[in-house]
């Protein structure tokens, strides 16, 4: 190793100490995971995977993925320490029923509040929620109250390709997943294990 290398990582040590330092607050954050890309939500269950690792409770509400085959469901429905609420009916596409697309958000949020003032939840994950606002099908406002008055050391996940501003301006931690290149459109259809 030459001295010049060890000089860097030396002060690049220095000031990532010095930031590690800085961050003395303890409290949940409220992620969102946006975008088009693909793994939105499978970044949200590998972090409820690494939550489990250290025995922390979480809650999954699913708001639009209506389906129970996924892999994700049947790795986690069975364990002692998640809740799991499948609550979607489709994509807006697939049900083609406005009211009853405004229904089963309202029925989805109804199961989830109860999660957000619960502390003996460390993680609460609300999968594919930000289209409910994107359509109307939900305001955002008790929302981002809700939030807001969570127990404090609650970590919040939601995602969704388009995030309200009213999310935005409360989240701590904003991620974007852009979409480059998607098999799908070269023609491979999706596969278990993969997409679902």
């Known amino acids: 190793m030459t001295d010049s290398h060890q ?20 409290r949940g954050i409220l992620i969102l995971m946006k975008g088009n890309g693909k793994g939105k939500s499978s970044s949200a269950f590998g972090t409820m995977a690494r939550s489990l690792g250290h025995g922390k409770r979480a809650a999954v509400i699913q708001f639009l993925k209506g389906r129970t085959e996924t892999g994700e469901y049947r790795f986690f429905k069975e364990h002692p320490m ?11 596409w ?10 089963t958000a309202q029925k989805a949020w109804e199961t989830a509040r109860p999660y957000l003032s619960n502390p003996d939840y460390d993680l609460v994950i609300l999968d594919e929620m930000s289209y409910m606002f994107k359509y109307h099908y939900l305001d955002v406002e008790p929302v981002v109250a809700a939030l807001q008055q969570r127990p404090r050391l609650q970590n919040v996940i939601i995602t969704g390709r388009t995030m309200a501003t009213p999310l935005q301006e409360i ?26």
């Open 7 to 26: 000089q860097k990582m030396a002060a690049k040590k220095a000031v990532m100490d010095a930031k590690i330092a800085k961050a003395t607050e303890e």
């Open 82 to 92: 998640v809740d799991w609420h499948v609550m979607g009916e489709g994509f807006t």
């Open 94 to 103: 697939e049900t083609q029923n406005k009211e009853q697309d405004i229904a």
């Open 171 to 196: 989240a701590d931690t904003i991620s974007s997943v852009q979409d480059e290149r998607h098999a799908f459109r070269l023609g491979v259809k999706a596969q278990a294990g993969i997409e679902f």
